[in-house]
């Protein structure tokens, strides 16, 4: 089975512009394709993992990866499938998080001559000329197929600004130069990027008269259709200190059963047959397939050490007592204690609970316990004693983390 195939099997394909074409330039190892990165913060998050997985799986069949990282659409934002306008960021913050992301990046695709580069498009767009611009790029656009676009639906909804309005035109710029100046010949992205996409081929035809091709790569939704990559704390980021080892493979340890086999299609590098055979697997084995979901991702993120780790924290800890020097942990502040601190405070400072009247159910419900004795008062407080020498919350059947005062 070649790559595109493989792809295709692994259900990571959404869209592409020209099937055989693309087919054709990816089996033989002829694409030398980008995907764009605007940093908006300073890590990667799960959301950049499909992307990051399938430039790893393309290069390894021959193929050239360009990252483009947006220090220059940064300074925009991207709207798509926003219903506000994202926070503008200064140069610095921007430049900042491009370094971030290379180094994580590294972990999934090589870089070096003849090998993946990675390019900043501030380089270029930082530096135009705003009547050139629209003389140059402008005229090839119909706004009124610009409005027509998915990108802009729902920020035309509450105002959509003048300043993202120009977002398209950018993307498509992008794609432009890199044809023109590094021979790039595909561009991949969400599948929320096709209206940009298609618009950058359209501007290379018109203004080169030469072919590009786009492909979009299927979003990572769970069974009911939402994005996966939330948690109460928020997004599960692929920086360690963000999201430590223990809690990204507890996120994958506890996906939904109906996820798991998707999952390992489309993030792991699991052979094909190898996932076959776990999904003629007996339903008793489900947790054998979802520890071997979170151990293969975590070690493709984070290495096999974090992720050996982790794993043996896990299974510690559901095994009742165990070893918890690699579970999550907050070091809480005398300011923050003083005597003594309230479950509800606690929990929120551990971020463990998105408010304190969710916190207040899950006490009243009996899902909250502390070194191993449930809390179902949610009144009930914990010194600043018990706090020095730690305190084991446990929240539902699965999220453990310490909590201790230094």
Known sequence: MQIYEELQARGLIAQVTDEEEIRELINSGGAKFYIGFDPTADSLHVGHFMALCLMKRLQMAGNKPV??????????????????????????????????????????????????????NGDWLLDLNYIE????????????????????????????????FNYMIMQAYDFYYLHQHYGVNMQFGGNDQWSNMLAGTELIRRKLGEDSYAMTITLLLNSEGNKMGKTAKGAVWLDPEKTTPYEFYQYWRNVDDADVIKCMKMLTFLT?????????WDDSRINEKKEILAYSLTELVHGREEADKAQATAKALFAGGGDDANMPTTELTEEQVGGEIGILDLMAACKLIPSKSEGRRLVQQGGVSVNDEKVTDPATVFTAAQLRKGLKIKKGKKVYHKAILK
């Open 133 to 164: 611009l629209l003389r140059e790029v402008g005229a090839h656009f119909s706004v009124n197929n610009m409005l027509r676009a998915e990108c802009y639906k729902q920020r035309m909804e509450k105002g959509l600004s003048f300043f993202e």
């Open 272 to 280: 094909l047959e190898e996932i076959a055979e776990m999904e003629s």
């Open 67 to 120: 990252v483009l990282v947006g220090g220059g659409t940064g300074m925009i934002g991207d709207p798509s499938g926003r219903t506000d306008m994202r926070q503008m960021m200064t140069p610095e913050t921007i430049q900042h998080n491009c370094d971030c992301f290379k180094v994580q990046m590294e972990r999934f695709i090589e870089f070096g001559e003849d090998k993946a580069i990675m390019v900043n």
